[in-house]
């Protein structure tokens, strides 16, 4: 393939992201998002052109399929996010392109897919405020030329997400939680004889529940999937089912960490999928029959073995929180001496989110250097069912708080945590749980560090982007008096214990003047900071990044370790 010379970049150009390419059906042409428009460029190289758009949106998740030769393609405007098709893409004159627009009582449609042999059957997820998609979502069948829906699993309080069409197009693999658990569903191509492929008390791993085009499933024959699960210590499991039979097979020599996005080459027997560990991000090309596998890529800086060996794998720590039982991941360094670690919670973001074992410079940073780091995974986390997922709703800032706190507890219980050297930290809504614990908490940690925290639940209603614009609804309710009870920028003054405060500066989801600067202005205790340039992901950038250790390592020092 010829190079690029494009210079904008390749992104859907959301917060949120998401897939931004897909091949034609012929693998002729690349189809990718920049700028919030659609472009093709022939696979050799050439001219890139850009596609005509629907008038003030966002364009991106591109799906080409050959039976109808349509480009469906996911539509962001202010309000909502639709569904766009474009006729006849390959069209030699593409300004001859015809856009249209999928109507639909939704306000979200993630993943839309026409079907491979079917030019008028298109699939979609969709799901509309206040829910979020994991809170009650849809697969649907679409009929282009009827304007009609068909909903797979009709039930409420449950969350389908996910689909993919065989090869042939004679069916939908699909997950769903309706059974407790996200477990991979199939249904025929109409829609009918749906059924639970796997049922399992083992939620389907998805990495990723926030952007759209993603894959923990993918088809790599007609009758057979490959998925992702979870599995032990934060890792996940690589899983090949036969929809025939039903016969399951884990692929079991293959790396320990986590797989996604998972995509095919179409010859049924390779799978390429992107993997992380707690010492690398890389992209792997794994033979399914023989679970051997070969590196494609790998991101970041080539590390020597001797640090490498220094690196820490997690364990997953179980312990008990308001009779209800949470877990974690675990980094600490064994040690021959029964002498306790400082140690470091890290609330994960989200805060629909969860720990994993993934590649997180922060953990082996600090855990190489004598710290026991320990991710919680709060009441609210993924990965656990649906009735531990949702349990969150009405209560953040109540029970990720209360579950940080036991973790600190048992891992002081259990000998590894000194009690005189904890820590807090986390980001975004991890920043949140920090700032939350600081206030209710007093002396539990000698040192809090929250990173671009959120703290004003107002602002962040009125600021953050398009997918969350209503999250708080179904997180905090739509009570006014209990919003002012648990924004912490309305009780910084509470916070006795040293703070470190790392933000972005021209962070937009969550403004600096909003949310960092009361804290900064008002908590009561020792108080340092920092403001980086940069938007919410401002540690993205390696130099923000070193610092960022640096100083925290320097203020962890000066204020856990010293006796």
Known sequence: MAPLTHRTPISTGTEYGGAATCWSASSDYIFFASNGK??????????????????????????????????????????????????????????????????????????????????????????????????????????????????????????????????????????????????????????????????????????????????????????????????????????????????????????????????????????????????MRQILLINVDTCSHKILLTSGMKMSEEVLSRFVAPKKLRYMSEGVECNGLLYVQDKESKERHPLLIFAHGGPTGGAANRWYPITQYFASRGWAVFFPNYRGSIHSGRKYRQSLKGNWGLHDVEDCKAAVEHLIALGIADPKACVMSGGSAGGWTTLSILIKYPGLFQAGIPLCAVSNLGAFDVNTHLLEMHYNQTLIGTDTKIYSERSPHLKASQIVDPILILHGKDDTVVPLLEHAIPIQENAKGIVEFKYYDGDHMFDDDPENARDIFQRMEAFMNKYALAK
Request: glycine share 6%; hydrophobic share 35%; charged share 20%.
């Open 38 to 279: 659609l472009h093709r460029v022939k696979s050799d190289g050439g001219l890139i052109e850009e596609f005509p758009s629907i008038e003030a949106t966002k364009c991106y998740s591109p799906q080409h399929s050959a039976s109808n030769d349509t480009l469906v393609f996911c539509s962001e405007s202010k309000t909502s996010i639709g569904v766009g098709l474009i006729r006849n893409p390959l069209q030699s004159d593409i300004s001859q392109c015809r856009v249209e627009s999928i109507e639909s009582k939704e306000i979200f449609h993630y993943d839309p897919a026409c079907s491979p042999t079917n030019p008028d059957s298109l699939i979609l997820t969709c799901w509309s405020p206040p829910n979020m998609a994991w809170d009650d979502s849809f697969v649907r069948l679409y009929s282009i030329k009827d304007g009609t829906f068909r909903t797979l699993i009709p039930t409420e309080d449950q969350s389908s997400a996910f689909p993919k069409w065989s090869p042939d197009g004679k069916h939908i693999a699909f997950v769903s939680d309706v059974s407790g658990h996200y477990n991979l569903h199939l249904c025929d191509a109409d829609g009918n004889n749906v059924r639970n492929l796997h049922p399992s008390q083992v939620d389907v791993a998805l990495p990723n529940l926030w952007g759209t085009g993603t894959s923990s499933l993918l088809w790599i024959t007609n009758d057979r999937i490959v998925f992702t699960t979870v599995g032990e210590n934060g890792n996940f499991d690589l899983n090949v089912i036969d929809i025939s039979s039903g016969k399951l097979r884990k692929l079991t020599d293959v790396p320990k960490g986590i797989f996604y996005d998972l995509r095919s080459t179409m010859d049924g027997i390779h799978v390429i999928a992107h993997f992380s560990n707690q010492a």
